[in-house]
Nanobody, 118 residues
Framework: QVHVVESGGGLVQAGGSLRLSCTAS????????MGWYRQAPGKQRELVAM?????NYANSVKGRFTISMDNAENTLSLQMDSLKPEDTAVYYC??????????????WGQGTQVTVSS
């Protein structure tokens, strides 16, 4: 089994910062990729940032958000700076794992609310 715990999120004023974290544990042989997606009301879920073979960011967050991975702790972090009201959404951690039994697991977190007030 793979266990993943999300933390972070909350309410912040425009221009402020928040940090999201996502820690994976359990029967993990390899983390193929981990990242954050978000979904605003009435909109489709979209990729925010992902670390896998490469690091990718949505154009809307480039230069403001930084994704990083602590490989020793299997912890993914997303530092969000210069937040804008349009960043308001539910943010979901996503993981793509290979277990020791060579099972491929794709995991989605329960989501954490990020609200940016103007």
């Amino acid at each position: 089994q793979v266990h993943v715990v999300e933390s972070g999120g909350g309410l912040v004023q425009a221009g402020g910062s928040l940090r999201l974290s996502c820690t994976a544990s359990g029967n993990i042989f390899r983390i193929n990729a981990m990242g954050w997606y978000r979904q605003a009301p009435g909109k489709q879920r979209e990729l925010v940032a992902m670390i896998g073979g490469s690091t990718n960011y949505a154009n809307s967050v480039k230069g403001r958000f930084t994704i990083s991975m602590d490989n020793a702790e299997n912890t993914l972090s997303l530092q969000m700076d210069s937040l804008k009201p349009e960043d308001t959404a539910v943010y979901y951690c996503h993981g793509d794992f290979l277990t020791h039994g060579m099972d491929h697991i794709v995991w989605w977190g329960q989501g954490t609310q990020v609200t940016v007030s103007s």
